[in-house]
């Protein structure tokens, strides 16, 4: 079957424009989760959505925000983007947490 | 605030010799664990995982332990592969709030290198 599917794979932004990312999740998974990589911080998680409802948060200014749609693709939206933002952004599908967390190959975004 | 910790940023192990990957949490309340492999480029790809009601789970190569006393888990790969060779990642969950899904806390990572 397939993956988790993030687009775009690269983009490149200017500080203070917004930008919106795209996970589809596995067929079937009903919950989507958004994490952020950089070398200085790890993996940090972002939010997750569950039937189109935002179910955890994590510790990222109100610019860092998502939405799940009906058939369980998510989406999330950067405003005012900075320097700082620049990363590789995650998303991950799971059927549930006993089954894992299945992640896509990531967005690649850089912030100039 | 760093609650899951992986105090080793790599690991070097011979081909065929058994590599142990070391992982720490501070939250008690934490009730299951994952671990994660990771290639440059790439997603993390689910390895194993394991419920704090076990202390054990084993798969191939891949086998898991939890001392939840000491607030510690563990990844032996046995033999190690030089395709083994990866960033790997540790992550917990479970707040006992209730929200049980969805948010994984990471450990920054030990990269292995298998060499031949």
């Known amino acids: 079957k397939a993956g988790v599917t993030q687009t775009p794979r690269y983009l490149i932004k200017t500080r203070g424009q917004q930008v919106t990312l795209s996970c589809s999740p596995i067929?079937?998974?009903?919950?989507v989760s958004w994490y952020q990589q950089t070398p200085g911080q790890g993996l940090q998680f972002l939010f997750e959505?569950?039937?189109?409802?935002?179910?955890n948060k994590g510790n990222f200014p109100g610019r860092f925000s998502g939405r799940q749609f009906s058939n369980s693709r998510s989406e999330m939206n950067v405003s005012t983007l900075e320097l700082g933002d620049s990363a590789l952004y995650l998303c991950?599908?799971?059927?549930?947490?006993?089954?894992?967390?299945?992640f896509g190959s990531g967005t690649r975004l850089t912030v100039v | 605030d760093q609650q899951v910790k992986q105090n080793s940023p790599s690991l070097s192990v011979q081909e065929g010799r058994i590599s142990i990957l070391n992982c720490d949490y501070t939250?008690?309340?934490?009730?299951?664990f994952l671990w994660y492999k990771k290639y440059p480029a790439e997603g993390p790809t689910f390895l194993i995982s394991i419920s704090s009601i076990k202390d054990k789970n084993e798969d191939g190569r891949f086998t898991v332990f939890l001392n939840k006393s000491a607030k510690h888990l563990s990844l032996h790969i046995v033999p190690s592969q030089p395709g083994d060779s990866a960033v790997y990642f540790c992550?917990?969950?479970?707040?006992?709030?209730?929200?049980?899904?969805?948010?994984?806390?990471f450990g920054q990572g030990t990269e292995l290198s298998v060499k031949p």
């Open positions: 939250n008690s309340m934490f009730d299951y």
């Open positions: 991950a599908s799971s059927a549930g947490l006993h089954y894992g967390y299945t």
């Open positions: 067929s079937g998974h009903r919950s």
């Open positions: 992550a917990a969950s479970g707040d006992g709030g209730g929200n049980q899904g969805g948010k994984l806390i």
């Open positions: 959505y569950f039937s189109e409802t935002q179910r």
